[in-house]
């Protein structure tokens, strides 16, 4: 996983409850205008895009997995070598959305590490009648899991590239940040 100058390589994993949209989120980012009303379970697919996202170009390695049940064992070849994770779940299955933080406790322990970049999405956002988890639970969530979060609609193509640059933005925080200013030290204060 070297990085060029010129170009960054990122492995981002899609995770998240069977049919909440991983696969249509994906397509449709990868390859739009792509919307398939059908369901077919994903095992495991790979994508590629490359983005520049603020400045810098990232070569994007897209790994959307096969939904995952509460007691779902934790797939060990996400938890190695992944710099990202899009968690997702449909606002319309309060199910889907209480898996989010087995999903993200279940990455940590794996990957024994006490952070990773991640963006919550809640998809199917054009379902507004079915809705059965509100903005302010979703944002909370994020919160709580230190994680960026959207809602995006894979159908209408709403907030789709944003979910992915909410995370390339929670990778460039961890792995690239921009340099700390200079702090000020205690013998400066009053000095002009
Ligand atoms: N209304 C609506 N339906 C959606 C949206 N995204 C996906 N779907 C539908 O939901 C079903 C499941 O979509 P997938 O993208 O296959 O879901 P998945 O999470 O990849 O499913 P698994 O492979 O089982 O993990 C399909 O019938 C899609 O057409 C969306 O944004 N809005």
């Given at each position: 996983?070297?990085?060029s100058?010129a170009?960054?390589?990122r492995?981002?994993?899609?995770?998240g409850?069977?049919?909440?949209?991983?696969?249509s989120?994906t397509?449709?980012?990868?390859a739009?205008?792509?919307?398939?009303?059908?369901?077919?379970?994903?095992?495991?697919?790979?994508?590629?895009?490359?983005?520049?996202y603020?400045?810098?170009q990232?070569?994007?390695?897209?790994?959307?997995?096969?939904?995952?049940?509460?007691y779902?064992?934790f797939?060990?070849?996400?938890g190695?070598?992944?710099?990202?994770?899009?968690?997702?779940?449909?606002?319309?299955s309060?199910?889907?959305?209480?898996?989010?933080p087995?999903?993200?406790?279940?990455?940590l322990?794996?990957?024994?590490l006490?952070?990773?970049?991640?963006?919550?999405?809640?998809q199917?956002?054009?379902?507004?009648?079915?809705r059965?988890v509100t903005?302010?639970e979703?944002?909370?969530?994020?919160?709580?899991?230190?994680?960026g979060?959207?809602?995006?609609?894979?159908?209408?193509?709403?907030?789709?590239?944003k979910?992915?640059?909410v995370l390339l933005a929670?990778m460039?925080?961890e792995?690239?940040?921009?340099p700390?200013k200079k702090k000020?030290?205690?013998?400066?204060?009053g000095?002009?």
């Amino acid at each position: 996983m070297s990085d060029s100058a010129a170009t960054m390589k990122r492995k981002v994993v899609i995770m998240g409850s069977p049919s909440v949209g991983k696969t249509s989120l994906t397509q449709q980012y990868v390859a739009p205008p792509t919307y398939n009303a059908s369901y077919y379970p994903t095992i495991e697919d790979t994508s590629h895009k490359t983005v520049t996202y603020n400045g810098v170009q990232y070569e994007c390695e897209i790994i959307d997995s096969a939904g995952l049940e509460e007691y779902s064992l934790f797939p060990g070849k996400y938890g190695i070598g992944v710099h990202g994770y899009i968690l997702v779940y449909s606002i319309t299955s309060r199910q889907s959305f209480e898996m989010i933080p087995i999903v993200h406790d279940k990455i940590l322990d794996y990957a024994g590490l006490e952070k990773v970049p991640c963006v919550v999405v809640g998809q199917k956002l054009d379902l507004q009648s079915e809705r059965a988890v509100t903005t302010a639970e979703g944002e909370a969530l994020a919160k709580k899991l230190n994680a960026g979060f959207i809602e995006s609609s894979a159908k209408d193509n709403k907030n789709v590239s944003k979910a992915f640059d909410v995370l390339l933005a929670e990778m460039q925080k961890e792995y690239n940040p921009a340099p700390e200013k200079k702090k000020s030290s205690w013998w400066s204060w009053g000095a002009k």
